[in-house]
């Protein structure tokens, strides 16, 4: 397992990050422990959670698995989503942000969180009372460092200068989405997480299974995140997904190697990220994933499977002054 520092902070974590989204939903607590008990068995130190995950459960589970060894952890979880049921606890405004973590420490049975993401960009309130509210949550030794999920360039950008300005902890980590039929972080995101040394996570390499080997023209599984879940089936449903995802399969093949294994590789090896995000229902599920560390992923290899896809227009969407990716060496 090769260790890459998480952008500025100097913390070293996994090249792979073990996401908990499955905890108590499509994986039990057996199923959890599996998992969890294989990817420290290869070196895993990063785990990534959220509040949402099965409204807590996630976090309760994950708390239960780390005890005994939570100092050789690096721990995110999330907030902004409504898991008390009541109209005040949702969204990024400072009230609800230090009860959402007070939260998540009881249930991960731990005194602080090494990240604290965002998990979505607040509307209602002023990116000023976002944050200050981390700020206060650092300042009180809850949370250590901060980061943005799911928030574009430009909002990243506006709330680096609201704490520069106040003197305020900036966010040093973000999880955006990316796989081979998302890469839109190409554009502006990754650039700028290069350009300010923040630490990036990414999420759903595999693109919800899209990119597992199962999808095909014509051929779709009859169970799946895609074919499951609204949120999915509406982000993956353009037709040249499908297509890209069959082109994609049919090359990992003739490579010899697993769809997942070659999905997870690719994203990793793009410079700009300190580590992809994998999760699994069960260990079985989970080891195509983890094989990612074997691939010897050269420049030709990542630019044949760049092919494969749509590459995104620089933001200037000036084409001619459009940068290849050089691959991690």
């Given at each position: 397992m090769e260790y890459r520092t998480l952008g500025r902070t100097g913390v070293r974590v996994s090249q792979l990050c073990f996401g908990t989204m499955s905890f108590g939903a499509e994986a039990d607590k057996t199923a959890?422990?599996?998992?969890?008990?294989?990817?420290?068995?290869?070196?895993?130190?990063?785990?990534?959670?959220?509040?949402?995950?099965?409204?807590?459960?996630?976090?309760?589970?994950?708390?239960?698995?780390?005890?005994?060894?939570?100092?050789?952890?690096v721990i995110t979880s999330k907030c902004f989503n409504n898991i008390r049921g009541d109209i005040n606890s949702t969204g990024g405004n400072r009230r609800h942000v230090v009860m959402a973590v007070e939260d998540s420490l009881k249930r991960l049975k731990t005194d602080r969180l090494d990240v604290l993401f965002m998990h979505r960009f607040e509307k209602l309130a002023p990116l000023e009372e976002v944050m200050r509210g981390l700020e206060d949550l650092v300042r009180a030794g809850k949370v250590l460092y901060i980061g943005a999920s799911n928030y574009a360039a430009w909002q990243v950008a506006k709330a680096q200068g609201i704490s520069e300005k106040n003197g305020w902890t900036k966010f040093d980590v973000i999880q955006p989405m990316y796989n081979l039929v998302k890469r839109a972080a190409e554009a502006e995101i990754f650039p700028q997480a290069q350009a300010e040394g923040m630490g990036v996570i990414t999420y759903s390499p595999v693109g919800g299974g899209m990119l597992s080997g199962k999808y095909r023209p014509g051929v779709q599984p009859k169970v799946g995140r895609v074919k499951d879940k609204q949120e999915y089936a509406v982000r993956y449903s353009d037709d040249w997904m499908l297509e890209t995802a069959g082109r994609f399969t049919e090359f990992a093949e003739k490579q010899g190697i697993h769809p997942v294994t070659l999905a997870v590789a690719w994203v990793a090896a793009n410079p700009a990220v300190t580590a992809p995000i994998v999760g699994a229902r069960n260990v079985k599920?989970?080891?195509?994933?983890?094989?990612?560390?074997?691939?010897?992923?050269?420049?030709?290899?990542?630019d044949a499977v760049a092919a494969l896809s749509r590459t995104p227009a620089p933001a200037t969407d000036r084409l001619e002054e459009y940068e290849p990716v050089k691959v991690r060496g």
């Open positions: 959890s422990k599996a998992m969890y008990k294989k990817v420290r068995d290869i070196g895993v130190n990063f785990f990534d959670c959220a509040d949402a995950y099965t409204k807590g459960k996630a976090e309760t589970i994950l708390g239960e698995l780390m005890k005994g060894e939570r100092d050789n952890l599920q989970l080891e195509p994933s983890l094989k990612s560390v074997d691939v010897k992923m050269t420049q030709d290899l990542w």
